[in-house]
């Protein structure tokens, strides 16, 4: 069986000025919604075919994430070799090589190490990629079950969301392919787990440590906006760690596609109870703005250990959510306060992140010290840095036949230290 290869292309550096002139007009006022990157994904072709993608990684549009720039005379070349060299090198950090991923694969070129979720769209396995001995993380759907549970469209919308993207904020997906019985996700494997473990470990997150997931998380939801994709399930569950502590997020079975409005574009009441927002739960069209609403929501849970309104009786929660008044702890400094009172208007038009694609957001005095260059190239070092996986630790030390089963028998017998034993995809 073979698959088709379709290849990504972007020239990182022109994208990335480009972002940082929309900035600039951002800041000045000269800002037009037509001027973003918006795109849909179209898969019409694939799926009358039968095709499944198999996807290179590579480093897409940054977005509109820069800080205001000092008024200082920057040679324009220069800027644009800086930026060229920058993005060559986070590149080389979060892309693997696209020649190994345009070769035709099926499930025998994957070893299966362990099961490392199991969720209501099928397994997550961890494999092993015969050819190069690197790890992924591969979803396993049984076509039946799809049929069965009407869940056709998701696992559409999550191929579309993930073939149809590419940014090192958003998971990769390397391969796509089906068998007679079932359909492969190929995804890139986050050994970190979840962040909603992290959090539920320290209780709480310093200001400090919140800030930077959130600014992270910033960038990912600014990336799916661009792309006119609303992805209406953001929350800690849905957010993994790399190896080095950085953000993936994840999950894009509910996404919704050509969404590029605050306020208009989808319907359906989907998602997560304690992240929906206000016109979510009245039953209103709503549009990018319920993005924003539950990237104020994961914020507060971060800071304060728990989503707001919360309530164990889902709709006490959802009327409160509605009606009472947003109650925030004494230890929440006032530009925590501040920024999540903003992000939580109940009035998706003054709702914060509705206009620019979130770059008022960026500009808050809770994120004063976010360098959003440094944050944008992954230059700043994670604040919570995971446990080596078992695969790093063989690879200190040996190398070969006897790396790989030593890796095996670490992760069989070690497997819980490392959060692989969380249900990591949904």
């Not at 070769?103 to 070129?109: C, E, I, M």
């Not at 206000?278 to 914020?299: H, M, N, Q, S």
């Not at 446990?387 to 790989?404: L, M």
Request: hydrophobic share 35%.
């Amino acid at each position: 069986m073979g698959v088709q290869q379709s290849r990504y292309s972007s020239d990182c550096a022109d994208s990335t000025l480009k972002s940082l002139d929309l900035h600039r007009r951002a800041e000045t006022g000269v800002f037009s919604d037509s001027e973003s990157d918006v795109s849909g994904s179209d898969s019409d072709t694939d799926e009358e075919n039968g095709v499944w993608m198999a996807l290179p990684s590579a480093l897409s549009s940054t977005g509109h994430t820069f800080r205001k720039i000092e008024t200082k005379v920057v040679n324009e070349e220069e800027q644009l070799q800086l930026v060229k060299r920058r993005a060559r090198k986070l590149a080389r950090t979060t892309a693997g090589s696209a020649e190994d991923r345009a070769d035709p694969v099926s499930p025998r070129d994957f070893h299966v190490i362990k099961v490392i979720g199991i969720g209501g769209m099928g397994r997550v396995l961890l494999v092993r990629y015969r050819k190069d001995g690197k790890l992924y993380a591969m979803k396993v759907v049984s076509k039946k079950s799809v049929k069965e549970k009407n869940m056709a469209a998701r696992v559409l919308s999550e191929r579309d969301v993930l073939g149809g993207t590419c940014h090192h904020s958003l998971v990769q997906l390397y391969w796509a392919f089906q068998t007679k019985d079932n359909l492969y996700f190929v995804m890139e494997y986050c050994p970190g787990g979840e962040l909603s473990t992290h959090l539920e470990r320290a209780t709480r997150f310093t200001e400090e440590v919140a800030a930077f997931y959130a600014a992270e998380l910033l960038l990912a939801v600014q990336q799916l906006h661009q792309h006119g994709i609303l992805h209406r399930d953001l929350k800690p569950e849905n957010i993994l760690l790399t190896e080095d502590g950085h953000l993936k997020l994840v999950d894009f079975g509910i996404s919704k596609f050509g969404i590029t409005e605050a306020t208009r574009g989808a319907k359906t009441i989907c998602g997560s109870y304690e992240y929906l927002a206000p016109e979510i739960l009245k039953g209103k069209e709503y549009g990018t703005a319920a993005d924003w609403w539950a990237f104020g929501a994961v914020l507060y849970e971060l800071l304060t250990g728990l989503p707001p309104w919360y309530s164990q009786n889902a709709k006490e929660m959802c009327k409160h959510v509605l009606y009472t008044p947003l109650s925030i702890p004494d230890f929440v400094s006032p530009e925590a306060e501040d920024l999540i009172r903003k992000l939580l208007s109940r009035n998706p038009y003054e709702r914060l992140g509705s206009l620019h694609e979130g770059l008022e957001i960026q500009e808050h005095a809770f994120f004063r010290h976010i360098d959003w260059e440094m944050i944008t190239f992954r230059e700043v070092q994670p604040l919570i840095q995971p446990c080596p996986s078992p695969e790093t630790i063989v690879r200190v030390v040996c190398s070969g036949i006897w790396a790989h089963l030593i890796c095996l028998t670490l992760y069989r017998s070690m497997g819980v230290i490392f959060a692989t034993n969380s249900q990591i995809y949904r």
